[in-house]
């Protein structure tokens, strides 16, 4: 065994303007009155179409922009896209409408040159937004690019958690994370499902990640699954049934292939209680 922990790196030579920037986008946040369309159009505008910046309005309707051009800064606003969820039936609209810029923000920021890889900003930023969106968001969230949600609203995060790039987050149902969650690269938690017969026939499931989890790359974990403490889902497995406390899971559909060797006695073996948990 390697052990191996993160590299601290030197700061980048615009550190002092990736801090003031944060700040300011920070302080905005902070604001209880900011109206957060429009917040979430000028942080766009000002990174990728400057040139428009003082003149947005005239520019989105003025015929001498070329038509393409006007869309894309039409785009900026939260209020000229839909996205997916709010297709939803059961998409509860106040909430929705109240994340949905900060939800556009987070994915349009990650599509620019600017931002996407650039790891050290992208953790930054998208730290200061998730408290803004999920119902509860725990110290030191970070999470790399290309993450989406569904409704955002619908997540509850613990402490140090880690989400790794081109994760899918569908918290329909709900996700609930505990402290020191991992999920990795590619991975997919699910909270609703469809009725084979159906689809329109739609269940909704809170998925529970306790703490500890370590969900791999590319896997799949299903509506409703309770992965309990320190569990551990393989690569590319798909877990369709609850996974018990410090095993790994592997396959399709994921079964226990060992218990972790630092699991406590009597600990592992067994699904977590409601008293386990204190509920
Ligand atoms: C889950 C994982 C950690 C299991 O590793 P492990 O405990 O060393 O398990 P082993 O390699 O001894 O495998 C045990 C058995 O499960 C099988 N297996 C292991 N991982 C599997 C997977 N992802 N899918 C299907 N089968 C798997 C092995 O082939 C072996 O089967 P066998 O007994 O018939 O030969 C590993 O396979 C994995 O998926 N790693 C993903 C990468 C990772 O570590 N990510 C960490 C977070 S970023």
Redesign the pocket.
């Known amino acids: 065994m390697v052990l191996r922990p993160l590299r601290t790196l030197p700061p980048t030579a615009d550190a002092p303007i990736a801090d003031a920037w944060l700040e300011r986008i920070a302080a905005s946040l902070a604001d209880p009155t900011l109206d957060r369309a429009r917040f979430c159009r000028e942080v766009l505008c000002e990174l990728a179409y400057p040139h428009y910046v003082a003149d947005w309005a005239t520019a989105v309707h003025d015929a001498a922009v070329p038509l393409g051009t006007r869309l894309a800064l039409a785009a900026l606003d939260p209020r000229n896209v839909t996205l997916e969820p709010e297709y939803y039936a059961e998409c509860d609209d106040e909430k929705f409408q109240r994340v949905k810029p900060l939800l556009w923000l987070w994915y349009s920021f990650d599509r620019l040159p600017l931002a996407g890889q650039n790891v050290d900003l992208g953790v930054r930023f998208r730290r200061l937004l998730a408290p803004h969106i999920f119902k509860r968001c725990g110290e030191r969230f970070k999470a790399f690019q290309h993450v989406e949600f569904s409704f955002g609203y619908n997540m509850e995060v613990g402490d140090d958690v880690v989400v790794?790039r081109h994760v899918l987050l569908d918290d329909r149902g709900g996700i609930v994370m505990g402290n020191k969650v991992?999920v990795?690269?590619y991975a997919n938690i699910y909270s609703h499902t469809h009725s084979i017969v159906d689809q329109v026939d739609v269940t909704n499931a809170v998925t529970v990640l306790e703490d500890g989890v370590?969900i791999?790359?590319h896997?799949t974990v299903l509506a409703g699954v309770r992965v309990c403490t320190e569990g551990?889902?393989?690569?590319?497995?798909v877990a369709t049934k609850d996974v018990r406390a410090y095993h790994?899971n592997?396959?399709i559909p994921a079964k226990s292939?060992?218990v972790k060797p630092n699991a406590p006695s009597g600990t592992a073996d067994r699904l977590s209680t409601s008293a386990d948990r204190g509920e």
């Open positions: 790794h991992s990795s690269d370590r791999t790359y896997a551990m889902v393989g690569a590319s497995a790994v592997v396959g292939v060992r």
